[in-house]
């Protein structure tokens, strides 16, 4: 009889978060899922992070940053003829439903909250780890 084993090639992903704490919870909870490649607090460092031949499979970014916000990232990224196919997330505490359907409109490939408690982040790594593994995006 032979045994086959599986491999789970663990998808690379960036994450635009400009909150040290958040950045550690999001690390603690989705480093077992993905391998996460950098994070970055604005657009800028994104933009440092972005390396030909090594671009992330997907892009987390937080709606709610300085200068930039997450939508004006998602119109830049979308708009680049490089990083216009890397799936974006945008994360919030809340989304009115008018920002929802912006974030589609522009081609976000999902708007997913940020837990407000630490014992809920489990939810949210399960929650982006579910849409990469279910082809969604």
Known sequence: MT???????RKRILIVEDDADE????????????EIAGFAPNYDGLLRLLQPGQLPQLILVNLSLPRKNGLEILHELKHNKL??????ILISVSFSEYTINKAMEMGASACIEKPMVFSDYHRFSAAIYDLIQGAVI
């Open 3 to 9: 045994q086959l084993t599986t491999s789970v090639i």
């Open 83 to 88: 990083y216009q196919e890397i799936p974006v």
């Open 23 to 34: 950045c550690s919870l999001m690390r603690e909870h989705l480093d077992g899922h993905f």
